[in-house]
């Protein structure tokens, strides 16, 4: 059964594309399995040297990659094109970076000489999802690559164009033939891939469904896995922030990639004294996004990747209402063509309600008012989730005591959550398991091994 694209925004049908067999795989595995033996043993200063002409290579192409993503998952394309840069950004700093952070760590111990080495592991699949095509991929296989492992890529079927685009950028940019490659598969051809004994570790962003069939299969071949799943952030207003900043924080938090980014800002917990004023500003200023067509550089928020995700939304947003929300703005999908469901905004929601408990991935914000900090902290610790959060308020000391309170893999004081190859990135309970970016993305996917050395 060949892939088809549709553009979301439209309906109409993009491309067509043939889906590898077991055995087209098995080859695709084995180009990647040769192209490591040499490519392990290359100095890291001379693998990460790749990166700038893979950065020069993004930008080349900003402007038909930021097209090709808008076409087929439905972002707009002034976002598309900042999606690029950052692609491009991530290389520059690997390329820096990761000779330093891939060198050999001294150990004081009772020999010699000790020090801990980071070793290529070999073939690493990823599988990744639609609503970042190229920063979710590069994110991975950049310091995957740089730490001397070779790549396999299953991207969302949906953006099996984009898929493919990375593999050629790879190429473009000097990387061996086998280093980087995209497999276009169904998901029994990837439960082989993982099964299969060249592959030695995986990594998945997705859904929390998909991380735990993904973990199962690695745990059952025991290989090493990262995985970056769901998030419901908080996004903490205390009553001495400074509204204007933190509601244009809500709404960009809020509707970035059309609200559907597992760092958006999904469940907004706000200080009583300050709700109404809050809700009223942030519900005046999401109204007023312009929404549609992803390819019109005046669009802020784009089409919805599908039907199916478009009714989670809507009925998110009844069961909400059903329950004793309050609408203040947008609710239900545009009556237009394609898939558009607006900016919106619903008070006096409870904890028990869909749109509080579950993913919401659209631009959807509910919110919630609490009598202090104690109660924020224990409202938005109440999920299965803990990705990321950012606490609002103008006492910075009171701010970060309050953020590292939140069981998050990231948090943030007066700003919206982000991730930056500088720093680690990941989540814990059902967000994931692992870390990307910075050293720590780097290393994942190493045997750290322990040299040590003693006198004769």
Request: aromatic letters at 6%; glycine letters at 8%.
């Amino acid at each position: 059964m060949n892939v088809i694209t549709v553009n979301p925004a439209t309906g109409e049908r993009l491309a067509e594309y043939p889906q590898q067999d077991a055995a087209a795989t098995a080859a695709v595995l084995a180009r990647a399995v040769a192209a490591g033996r040499s490519w392990s043993r290359r100095p890291v200063a001379e693998r990460a040297a790749l990166l700038i002409p893979l950065a020069a290579r993004l930008r080349d192409r900003a402007p038909a990659l930021a097209r090709l993503m808008s076409l087929e998952m439905g972002k707009p394309v002034t976002e598309a094109r900042a999606e690029v840069e950052k692609c491009a950004w991530l290389c520059e700093v690997y390329a820096r970076q990761s000779e330093a952070w891939l060198a050999d760590t001294p150990v004081a111990a009772d020999g010699l000489r000790h020090r801990v080495a980071y070793q290529p592991l070999g073939v690493i699949l990823s599988i990744m999802p639609w609503n970042y095509p190229l920063w979710q991929a590069l994110r991975f296989g950049v310091p995957t690559l740089t730490a001397g492992n070779t790549s396999l890529l299953k991207h969302a079927s949906n953006v099996t164009g984009c898929g493919l685009a990375i593999a050629e950028l790879f190429t473009e940019a000097g990387f061996p033939d086998g280093a980087f490659q995209t497999v276009v598969c169904d998901h029994a051809t990837v439960a082989g891939l993982i099964a299969h004994d060249d592959v030695r570790g995986l990594s998945l962003t997705g859904s929390v469904e998909a991380g735990r069939r993904v973990a199962e299969l690695a745990g059952r071949h025991l290989k090493k896995v990262v995985l970056e799943l769901g998030g419901s952030d908080p996004f903490i207003v205390l009553a001495d922030a400074n509204l204007e900043a933190a509601v244009r924080g809500a709404v960009t938090g809020r509707t970035l990639c059309t609200g559907q980014s597992c760092i958006a800002a999904k469940r907004f917990i706000v200080a009583r004294e300050v709700a109404d004023e809050f809700t009223s500003r942030f519900a005046a200023d999401m109204a007023a996004l312009p929404v549609g067509d992803p390819l019109d550089e005046r669009t802020r928020v784009g089409a919805i990747v599908n039907e199916q995700e478009l009714q989670v939304l809507a009925d998110q947003c009844a069961d909400a209402l059903s329950r004793g929300a309050r609408l203040v703005t947008g609710g239900r999908r545009l009556p237009v063509a394609g898939c558009f469901f607006p900016p919106t905004v619903l008070a006096d929601v409870t904890c028990g309600m869909a749109v509080w408990r579950d993913e919401v991935f659209g631009p959807v914000a509910p919110v919630l008012a609490v009598a202090d900090e104690d109660e924020a902290v224990r409202v938005a610790n109440d999920s299965i989730f803990g990705l990321g959060g950012s606490v609002w308020t103008r006492d910075l000391e009171r701010g970060e005591a309050l953020a590292r309170r939140l069981e998050a893999g990231t948090v943030f004081v007066n700003s919206i959550v982000k991730s930056d190859p500088r720093m680690p990135f990941g989540g814990v309970k059902q967000s994931g398991l692992g870390r990307e970016l910075s050293w720590h993305g780097l290393r994942e996917f190493t045997n750290v091994q322990g040299v040590n050395v003693y006198e004769a």
